[in-house]
């Protein structure tokens, strides 16, 4: 291989060589061509998109990015609605949501160790502010059985192990742990018992406060993890100001191993919601419905686009006092089900 000149270029005369004649190659790919294996990683010039320092966009890369092109590893990814991930270098992949007063965006990053490749895919939604979602014509939420699958799911059966981080600001725990609860335990108005049965195979084992942050960073992206799951408030001064809420999950092949929810608690008004009968103060929003959403993501399920679907917990749209998403509709539950499966009446 290491006599191969397909370009006519000359001989390759060993790494030395090869790595001049590569600088004066007029394409990077003529150069990695020229080059052969050994060196052409590290003389094969970047593509223009993969800028030194800061921020990679999303939209100027292409969808599936080989390492030996670009190594996007511990480079943080922008995509829609300037949703933002640190790329893993540990070999996981991460994917971001994060729920927003004006919708929502999703980034998913998979990191391919073996194939030495990485595929980015984002999508951003953005509603009129100030629409409220019963005027988009939803669907009946306790029909609707619509629900996305994210990439990974935790193993059937398991108890997830979470933390509480209560942030700095003196915001109630209730909303959180009320969303939680509601996500797992399939929480619904659509019957007289107030939750879908079977449960899905799956639970939420609460391991107390942390005061270690969620990995979500004060821009409210996906930060580096660090193998604890963290749900609660987090102060994210650097946030869009239309950020309600980030969930990062990580996980390896299809298995989820980590997951971290933060809420933002500077600049945005909270009600922890109608289970402590108080009534919502206008323009506040329902931390556990928020929180019941973010669980959502936490588990696997991806947002349900359409304003028929907006009735669902997964639709990617919050109001003010909008207390709707805080219980489960049919489709909710069924990519529940679909995830994990029933758990069985004898449990
Ligand atoms: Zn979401």
């Known amino acids: 291989m290491d006599d191969v000149s397909p370009a006519g270029r000359g001989r390759r005369t060993g790494a030395l060589g090869g790595t001049a004649l ?20 590290a003389a094969r010039r970047p593509p223009v998109w993969c800028k030194p320092g800061g921020a990679l966009s999303a939209r100027a890369m292409p969808q599936k990015v080989k390492m030996s092109d670009c190594d996007l590893r511990g480079r943080v990814v922008r995509g829609e609605n300037g949703l933002a991930a640190t790329v893993p270098s540990d070999g996981t992949s991460v994917t971001a949501h ?3 007063t ?31 979602r019963q005027f988009r014509a939803p669907l009946d939420a306790c029909k609707d059985g619509a629900y996305q699958q994210e990439p990974s799911r935790w193993p059937k059966g398991a108890a ?12 109630p725990m209730s909303g959180v742990s009320t969303g939680v609860s509601n996500m797992f335990g399939a929480a619904t108005d659509c019957n007289s018992a107030r939750k879908f049965t079977p449960p899905p195979d799956v639970s939420a084992k609460y391991a107390g406060q942390t005061t270690t942050a969620p990995n979500v960073t004060t821009e409210a992206n996906c930060g580096d993890r660090d193998g604890t799951n963290v749900s609660g408030w987090e102060a994210m001064p650097a946030a869009e100001p239309e950020i309600l809420a980030a969930t990062c999950t990580w996980y390896q092949g299809s298995a989820t191993i980590e997951s971290d ?23 506040s929003y329902d ?25 669902l917990t997964m639709a990617p ?19 529940l089900i679909a995830l994990y499966g029933s758990r069985s009446s004898t449990a």
């Open 22 to 41: 590569c600088a004066a190659a007029v394409t990077a790919l003529t150069c990695a061509v020229t080059a052969g294996a050994g060196t052409a990683a």
């Open 98 to 100: 994060a729920l927003r």
């Open 102 to 132: 004006d919708g929502a965006s999703e980034l998913r990053i998979r990191v391919d160790g073996h194939k030495g490749v990485v595929t980015v895919t984002t999508l951003g939604t953005r509603v009129p502010q100030g629409r409220p």
């Open 160 to 171: 997830i192990e979470w933390h509480y981080y209560p942030g700095s600001a003196g915001l």
């Open 261 to 283: 929810t933060a809420l933002q608690e500077q600049g945005k008004k909270w009600w922890p919601g109608p289970q402590d009968g108080s009534p919502c103060p206008a323009g």
């Open 287 to 311: 931390a556990a419905a928020v929180t019941t959403h973010e669980t959502g993501h936490m588990l696997g399920l991806g947002h349900v686009e359409g304003s028929q679907h907006s009735g």
């Open 317 to 335: 749209t919050v109001g003010a006092c909008d207390d709707g998403p805080a219980t489960l509709g049919k489709g909710d539950y069924d990519g």
